[in-house]
């Protein structure tokens, strides 16, 4: 008797671990539009103190795996907006794939494999950076990395595989500047990437998600053109999207997740208690 209430005890502290580490008992979230949240493809470099933001060429291989296997459609910014026009409707289960900054691991691990799986995804691109350095990080703590050049860029755009959107000219925290220097971010980038890529930019992206819930950097957000403004508050945005209550929220993919949390994310929201 003793040895059995020991093994229901140890079971039900097991249950309770797992019920805090995932959210499997949370209700499926249906009909939404779940955005993936990638930064780095590869290995992470010796030193980093941002492991969580690398995810390994073998993972996000499987998590390309598990969205076909589950009838996921990949998109760009363009199908969703070309959906919300009554042009042409979303795919049954659509997806966003989306990456913050634009290094140029992006193009050298992660735009082959969405090609191999006729995948689509979209870049948000730190316009002064391109052709550079992630300059906004102290390489005394964090090593510096390679950025997309604009050849790789036009590259990935004239193939249909990846669409671009803005990330502002020097990934600043929007909510800690003046509001006319937010707002010079955010048009600038605007404008810029629209003048090098010819096409019009209908995606923005909050360095750090600071200012997607500060009322008045959104609002500038809003008024400098674009169409979709994400956040990083975790999370699957219902279809229709309703623009004027909050930004698109997203699910963060971390590096240390296994494809049980890959999976709580795209139908719970969220994995992680």
């Given amino acids: ?66 969205l076909r296997g589950r009838g996921y459609t990949p998109i760009t910014f363009s199908e969703w907006r070309d959906a919300e026009k009554g042009l042409k409707p979303l795919p049954k289960k659509p997806v966003l794939i989306t990456f913050d900054d634009g290094y140029q691991n992006n193009y050298e691990l992660a735009y082959p494999l969405l090609r191999e799986f006729g995948m689509k995804g979209n870049v948000f691109l730190v316009y002064e950076t391109m052709d550079q350095h992630n300059a906004w990080h102290d390489p005394a703590t964090e090593p510096w990395l390679r950025m997309l050049t604009w050849a790789q860029i036009r590259e990935m755009q004239d193939s249909g595989v990846v669409e671009f959107g803005s990330h502002t000219m020097r990934h600043r925290d929007l909510s800690a500047i003046p509001l006319e220097e ?62 004027e209550a909050e930004a698109v929220r997203r699910l963060l993919i971390r590096g240390d997740d296994n494809m049980l949390d890959f999976h709580l994310n795209l139908t719970r929201g969220r994995a992680r208690f």
């Fill in 182 to 243: 937010a707002r010079w971010e955010m048009t600038e980038s605007k404008k810029r990437l629209e003048d090098k890529l010819g096409r019009e930019m209908v995606g923005f992206a909050y360095p750090y998600g600071s200012g997607a819930y500060v009322p008045a950097v959104r609002r500038a957000a809003l008024e400098a053109g674009y169409r979709f403004d994400f956040s990083v508050k975790q999370g699957i945005s219902r279809l229709p999207w309703d623009r």
């Fill in 1 to 66: 008797m003793i040895a059995a209430l020991a093994a229901l005890a140890a079971l039900g502290a097991a249950a309770a671990g797992a019920s805090a580490r995932w959210n499997w008992w949370r209700p499926v979230v249906n009909g939404g539009l779940p955005t993936l949240m990638y930064h780095k493809i590869g290995e992470y470099p010796p030193g980093s103190r941002l492991k969580k933001l690398w995810v390994t060429v073998a993972d996000f291989r499987r998590q390309l795996e598990y």
